[in-house]
C-alpha cells in the first residue's frame, strides 16, 4: 500500500506579541444584559479579548503588555460592577469543604438572598388571597395590604432598584431596570388611587383577572401585583442561584478529590504535612485507603488502586514498583513508597479541573447571538412598553388598562433565560463528563461533535492496548496446552524481551506458579533454551530448533504461517529433541474495543483505521473489531495528510489518538479526541480528553456532547420563544402583571431545571 507523500509546509507566520490571561470574578450582575455590557466596554480596552459569563459570573480576559489587570478591574467597576482576581484555593477543612463555601451556604449571597424571599413570601401572600377573594376584603382591607406590600416593593426588590440605579447612572438598562421601574410604577399607582382617588374608601372591593379589565383608574389599586412580582422573581431568583450551584457541583467536587496531608519520608522517619508543601522527588507513603497525594512513581511496594473518582472505571488497577499512580486515587490493599513527579496545578486533578473550568467559561457560537441579543433587548422592550402605554391610550382613553398593560410588558419581557441557555447547560454538561472520564475542552466542541461522520482510530495504544499479548496456543498431538505454557512459559519468564515478557505473562494468568529453570541462555536473535524440570526446552523462532535439528511438524508450520499471515508473531517451543507446539504473540485488541465501535456505528459514524504497521496486521485487528476501511503502512508524519483527503473528500472527521505521532492528525480533525493514557502532547492537541483510555469512552463522549448541545438549543428556543409569545400578549392586555412576574420567573427556572437533566446522563 502507497503512503500519502505530506504536504509542503507552510511558510512560518510572524510571531505576535505575547498576551497574559487572567480571569476576574466578577460581582453584581443580575441578567445577560449585564454580562454583555461588561464584555463589551472590556473588548472595546486596546488589546484586550475578553468573554464574561452570566452563570459562572467570571469574566476571562487575554490582554496586551500595554494592559495592567488594574485597568481591566478599574473598567469593569466603571460599568457599575465589582471585579477582583479569584483568591487562592483557601485551606480546606478536615471534612473537605472550603470555609468560603460554608459561609457561602449559610451568611453569604445565598443566605441573604433566601432570607429576602422568606419575610417577602409571608408578606405578599395575604395581599394577594385579599386581592383574589373578594370575600377576604374587609372595610379598609387596603390599607392593611399596602402596610404589607410596601416593605416588599421596598426592601424585597431593593437590590433590583439598586441594580437599576446603579445602571441608569452609566447610561444602560437591564432586565432589574424592567423589575424596578414596573413594581414602583404599580406602587406609585396604588399610592396615588389611595391618597388622592376613590381606593382609600371604606368598603372598596375589587375582583380579580388573570387578563387586565377596565376600571375607574382612581379607585383601582396593584399593590398585589407589585408585591407579588417581587416575590415571583425572588424566588427565581434564589432557585435560579441554588440551580447554579447545583451545575458547578461537578467541578467543586473535582476538586475537593485531593488529599489534604500526607507522610513524607525524611531522613527515614515519616513526617506529615499537608499536600501543598510537597515538592517533586519528594518520597511519601500511602497506607491501604489513603489517597495518594500527587502524580508520582512507585519506589516501594504493590496494590491495587481505585481510580474511580477520576476515570469512572470502578475495577481498581494493580500497580507495583516503577508504576506510575496518579494523586487523588484510593490505594486500596498494600503499603505504597510514592515519589513525587507533579505536584500543584501540574497534577492530573489540577489540569482536569482547568480544562472543565475552561469549558465552562467558553461560549458556543449560538450563545454569543442570545448575549447580543440580550444586550439590545432591554431597551427595546422599555420602549415597547411606553409604546403600549400610548397606544392603550390613543386607543381606549383607559389609563388604568393602559398602565397595567405598559407593567406587564416590563415584567414579562426579562431576558434571564436567554442569558442562562448556554452556560447552565455548560456548566453541568462538563461536570458530568468530568466524573465519567470525560474532558471536554469548550463549547465549540459541541458543535463539532453534531457534523462529525467518520471517525479515524490510531491502532496502537488507541484499538489495542500497546502492549505485546499471548493470542493463540496450538499444541502437537499428545501436549496438553498447560504443559506447553508451563515449561514454555518457565523458560521465557528468564528473558527481558517483550514477546518473551508476553509469553510468560499468558503462561502465568493460564496455568498459575511457573517453575524455575535448573539452566537458562538467551541465545541472541534467535530464542532461549535450558533445563525445566528435567526437559532441554527450546523456545524461539524456528531457525533455533533448526540447528538442533528439529523440525516443525505440518499442523505446526500451517499454524505459524497462518499467524505470521496475519501479522502476529510465531513462537515455536521444543523439548526432549520434538517440537511441541506453537505460541503466537500480537498487539492485544482492548476487551471493550469491538463495542465501541458498534456503539460509533449507532452514532452515525463510520470508522477508519489508521496505523503505520503493515497492512496484514491492520485488516487483522479491523477484522476482529469490525471496521471496514483500514489505511495501513502510514508513517508519522503523514497522518494529517490522511485526515486532510478524507476532508477534500467531504468528510467531517473526528481522530482518537495518543501518541505523539498522533498529536498533529488531533490538531487537523475537525474533532480530536485524545485518550488520557497517552502522551502530554496528543491530550494538549485533542478537543476531548477520555480519561480512563478506552475506546468505549469515545462513544459516551460524543453522545454526551450530543446530548449537551441538544440541551443548550432545547433552553435558547424555549427562552426565545417565550418572549416572543409573552409580549404580544402582554401589549394585547391578555396578562395580568403578577401571571407576567410568575411566568418570567418560572422561565429561567425552567430553563436550569432542563439543563440539570444532564447530570442523569449514563
Not at 463522549?701 to 435558547?716: C, V
Not at 396578562?735 to 425552567?750: C, E, K, Y
Request: with cysteine; proline share 4%; aromatic share 4%.
Amino acid at each position: 500500500m502507497t503512503s500519502i507523500a505530506p504536504e509542503k509546509a507552510p511558510a512560518p507566520t510572524p510571531a505576535t506579541t505575547p498576551t497574559a490571561a487572567v480571569e476576574l470574578s466578577i460581582g453584581g450582575m443580575t441578567c445577560a444584559s449585564c454580562a454583555a455590557r461588561i464584555e463589551k466596554k472590556l473588548n472595546r480596552m486596546d488589546g484586550v479579548s475578553a468573554t464574561v459569563n452570566f452563570a459562572t459570573e467570571k469574566a476571562k480576559v487575554s490582554y496586551g503588555p500595554e494592559v495592567e489587570v488594574a485597568d481591566l478591574i478599574a473598567t469593569v467597576e466603571k460599568t457599575g460592577y465589582t471585579a477582583q482576581e479569584p483568591p487562592k484555593p483557601a485551606a480546606r477543612t478536615e471534612e473537605g469543604t472550603a470555609p468560603a463555601e460554608e459561609e457561602e451556604e449559610t451568611g453569604g449571597e445565598l443566605g441573604t438572598l433566601r432570607q429576602r424571599l422568606l419575610v417577602s413570601l409571608v408578606l405578599s401572600v395575604p395581599v394577594v388571597l385579599m386581592a383574589m377573594v373578594p370575600a377576604l376584603q374587609f372595610d379598609n382591607w387596603q390599607w392593611l395590604s399596602l402596610t404589607l406590600a410596601a416593605p416588599v416593593v421596598v426592601w424585597g426588590a431593593l437590590p433590583f432598584h439598586k441594580a437599576a440605579w446603579t445602571n441608569a447612572r452609566h447610561g444602560a438598562a437591564t432586565m432589574d431596570t424592567l423589575v424596578s421601574i414596573g413594581t414602583l410604577a404599580a406602587l406609585g399607582w396604588s399610592l396615588w388611587a389611595l391618597f388622592f382617588g376613590h381606593a382609600g374608601m371604606p368598603g372598596m372591593r375589587h375582583g380579580f383577572d388573570f387578563a387586565i379589565s377596565r376600571a375607574d383608574g382612581s379607585s383601582s389599586i396593584y399593590l398585589e401585583a407589585a408585591a407579588g412580582v417581587t416575590a415571583f422573581i425572588l424566588a427565581g431568583r434564589y432557585l435560579e442561584a441554588k440551580s447554579k450551584r447545583k451545575a458547578g457541583a461537578a467541578l467543586r467536587a473535582l476538586l475537593e478529590l485531593g488529599a489534604k496531608d500526607v507522610a513524607v519520608l525524611r531522613e527515614g522517619r515519616e513526617v506529615r504535612v499537608p499536600v501543598s508543601e510537597l515538592a517533586v522527588g519528594d518520597r511519601f507513603v500511602v497506607r491501604p485507603g489513603e489517597k495518594i497525594a500527587t502524580d508520582g512513581t512507585v519506589l516501594d511496594g504493590a496494590s491495587a488502586v481505585d481510580a474511580s473518582m477520576l476515570t469512572g472505571e470502578s475495577v481498581p488497577v494493580d500497580v507495583t514498583t516503577g508504576d506510575a499512580v496518579t494523586g487523588a486515587t484510593v490505594n486500596v490493599s498494600g503499603r505504597l513508597v510514592v515519589q513525587a513527579t507533579r505536584v500543584g496545578a501540574d497534577t492530573q486533578l489540577s489540569r482536569m479541573a482547568k480544562l472543565v473550568e475552561d469549558a465552562q467559561n467558553g461560549k458556543a457560537a449560538v450563545q454569543r447571538l442570545a448575549d447580543h441579543i440580550s444586550g439590545i433587548f432591554v431597551p427595546v422592550v422599555l420602549l415597547i412598553a411606553l409604546g403600549t402605554l400610548l397606544t392603550w391610550l390613543f386607543m381606549t382613553g383607559d389609563a388604568t388598562a393602559a398602565f397595567t398593560a405598559a407593567v406587564a410588558v416590563l415584567i414579562i419581557a426579562c431576558p434571564c433565560a436567554l442569558g442562562l441557555a448556554t452556560p447552565t447547560a455548560l456548566m453541568v454538561g462538563t461536570g458530568r463528563g468530568a466524573q465519567l472520564g470525560i474532558l471536554i475542552k469548550g463549547p465549540e466542541v459541541l458543535e463539532s461533535t453534531r457534523r462529525v461522520d467518520t471517525v479515524v482510530l490510531d491502532k496502537t495504544g488507541t484499538v489495542t492496548t500497546g502492549k505485546m499479548a499471548l493470542h493463540e496456543v496450538v499444541t502437537a498431538p499428545g501436549v496438553t496446552e498447560h504443559e506447553l505454557l508451563r515449561l514454555a512459559g518457565a523458560l521465557e519468564h528468564a528473558s527481558e524481551h517483550p514477546i518473551a515478557r508476553a509469553v510468560a505473562d499468558g503462561a502465568a494468568g493460564r496455568t498459575g506458579t511457573l517453575p524455575v529453570p535448573e539452566s537458562f541462555e538467551n541465545v541472541a536473535g534467535l530464542g532461549v533454551q535450558g533445563v525445566v524440570d528435567g526437559h532441554a526446552v527450546l523456545v524461539g523462532r524456528e531457525k533455533l530448533l533448526a540447528e538442533w535439528a528439529i523440525e516443525l511438524p505440518t499442523e505446526l508450520a500451517a499454524a505459524k504461517a497462518a499467524a505470521e499471515a496475519e501479522g502476529r508473531t510465531a513462537v515455536a517451543v521444543a523439548w526432549d529433541g520434538e517440537a511441541r507446539g506453537v505460541l503466537t504473540v500480537a498487539d492485544a485488541v482492548k476487551p471493550t474495543s469491538a463495542r465501541a465501535i458498534g456503539e460509533l456505528r449507532r452514532l452515525g459514524l463510520t470508522p477508519v483505521l489508521l496505523t503505520g504497521d503493515n497492512k496484514a496486521v491492520a485488516e487483522a485487528v479491523a477484522h476482529e473489531v469490525g471496521i471496514d476501511e483500514v489505511i495501513a503502512e502510514v508513517l508519522p508524519q503523514d497522518k494529517v495528510d490522511v485526515v486532510k483527503r478524507l476532508q477534500a473528500e467531504g468528510r467531517t472527521v473526528a481522530m482518537v489518538g495518543d501518541g505523539v505521532n498522533d498529536a498533529a492528525a488531533l490538531a487537523t480533525a475537525d474533532l480530536g479526541l485524545a485518550m488520557g493514557t497517552g502522551t502530554d502532547a496528543a491530550i494538549e492537541a485533542g478537543d476531548l480528553t477520555l480519561v480512563r483510555g478506552d475506546l468505549l469512552v469515545a462513544a459516551d463522549a460524543i453522545r454526551l456532547s450530543r446530548r449537551t448541545l441538544g440541551t443548550i438549543k432545547g433552553n435558547l428556543f424555549w427562552a426565545f420563544g417565550y418572549n416572543i409569545a409573552a409580549l404580544p400578549l402582554a401589549a394585547a392586555g391578555l396578562l395580568n402583571p403578577m401571571i407576567a412576574g410568575a411566568a418570567m420567573a418560572f422561565s429561567s427556572v425552567f430553563v436550569v431545571t432542563n439543563s440539570l437533566r444532564l447530570r442523569r446522563f449514563r
